[in-house]
C-alpha cells in the first residue's frame, strides 16, 4: 500500500491485515490515500520517511504496542501534532482514559460503524484537508 505520488495520506496500524483491509476499504471510498503498517515499529519506519495526515492505530500489537507508537509520535516534535486515533478492541474506560492521557485525539472501539470511522477522521484531518 504505497504513496508513491506524494498526495496526503492516513497511516493505518494493525497488526491484522484483515483489520487493515476493512479500514482501508472505507477510508478509500471517503477519497483519502492510504499506507498501512503492521506493527508500531513498522509505523515508525514509515514516520521517519514520510508525514501523514492522520495516524489510526491498534493498540495490541507485536514489536511495539500502539501505546508506544502514541509516545514516539507525541515526543518527536516533526510528527507530535498529527492526530492520532486510537481504533481497538480494548473498549473498556480504564483504556480509553490511559490512551487520550498518553494524547490520542480520539479513541475508537472495535467494532465501530463506517461512520463513525469516516467522521472521526474528517473532523481530526480536517485542517489538513
Known sequence: M???NGEPFILVVD???TNIDLMSRMLR?????IIAAF?????CDVLA???PILILSDIM????D?????EHVRSNAHLASI???FVSAKGNPVDMEHGMNLGANAYLSKPFRPQELIDAVKRHAAAFL
Open 15 to 17: 497488526d491484522h491485515e
Open 83 to 85: 492526530p492520532f486515533i
Open 66 to 70: 500502539g501505546y508506544q507508537l502514541l
Open 2 to 4: 504505497d504513496n508513491s
Open 29 to 33: 471510498r471517503a477519497d483519502f490515500n
Open 39 to 43: 506493527d508500531g515499529q513498522e509505523a
Open 61 to 64: 500489537m507485536p514489536r511495539m
Open 49 to 51: 520517511e514520510q508525514t
